[in-house]
């Protein structure tokens, strides 16, 4: 069965500092993946997404970028963060519905 | 700007009581999908409708689309507080692009 990970769950970062999401997913190959941000009692913001190993579609222009170095990862980073990147983080397989990890809850102080 | 835009906002109501939500989107679509959300956690995948569709049942759960009217409904019937949770539609601008709205906030009393 297919199952996917990411972390970390929660950190807590300082304005300025970099930032790494990791998210992998097993028992399936080849799989789009997503990111997704939601603020606090919002819905969900699409940010990236990628349909291939290093092909990665921009939703939003901002300081944060993605990359699929292989196929089953997808990592979010930033080089430097703003408060506004603080919120909730998720990323997701599909192949037609959406599978989501847990989320990783960014809080940029 | 968000494709999907859920309706009602906020939803509360008594356990067992039928709760409707719905959904109006801006383009054409595929198909048209509806996920939960517990606080603070991923999303569950509920149901997806093709855009061929017009009814479709899962267990308690019903969703109706109207391509006409760029609309869809979520029906819960007899519904548990189990079911207290974010709702959210989600459609297809392409194969690889879903856009989520921006969601129903139910709450199931006991």
């Known amino acids: 069965s297919q199952t996917i990970h990411q972390w970390p769950a929660t950190l807590v970062q300082p304005v300025g500092s970099p930032l790494s999401l990791e998210c992998t997913v097993e028992?399936?190959?080849?799989?789009?993946l997503y990111w997704y941000r939601q603020a606090a009692g919002r819905g969900l913001q699409l940010l990236f997404y990628?349909?291939?190993?290093?092909?990665i579609s921009s939703e939003v222009p901002q300081n944060l970028s993605a990359s699929r170095p292989q196929d089953r990862q997808f990592i979010l980073s930033s080089k430097k963060l703003l408060l506004s990147d603080s919120g909730f983080y998720l990323c997701?397989?599909?192949?037609?519905?959406?599978?989501f990890g847990e989320g990783s809850r960014l809080t940029v102080l | 700007s968000q494709q999907g835009e859920e309706d009602p906002q906020a939803l509360s109501i008594q356990e067992g009581e039928n709760a409707t939500m719905n959904c109006s989107y801006k383009?054409?679509?595929?198909?048209l999908q509806w996920y939960r959300q517990n606080s603070g956690r991923g999303l569950v995948h509920l149901i997806l409708?093709?855009?061929?569709?017009r009814e479709k049942h899962s267990g308690r759960l019903r969703v109706t689309l109207d391509t006409s009217k760029k609309s869809s409904s979520l029906l819960i019937t007899a519904s548990r507080a189990a079911d207290t949770a974010s709702y959210f539609c989600?459609?297809?601008?392409?194969?690889?692009?879903?856009?989520f709205g921006s969601g129903t906030r139910l709450l199931v009393r006991p």
């Open positions: 383009t054409s679509i595929n198909n």
């Open positions: 989600v459609t297809d601008l392409s194969s690889y692009k879903l856009i």
């Open positions: 409708i093709r855009s061929n569709e």
């Open positions: 028992g399936t190959s080849n799989p789009n």
């Open positions: 997701a397989w599909s192949r037609v519905e959406l599978f």
């Open positions: 990628s349909v291939g190993i290093g092909q």
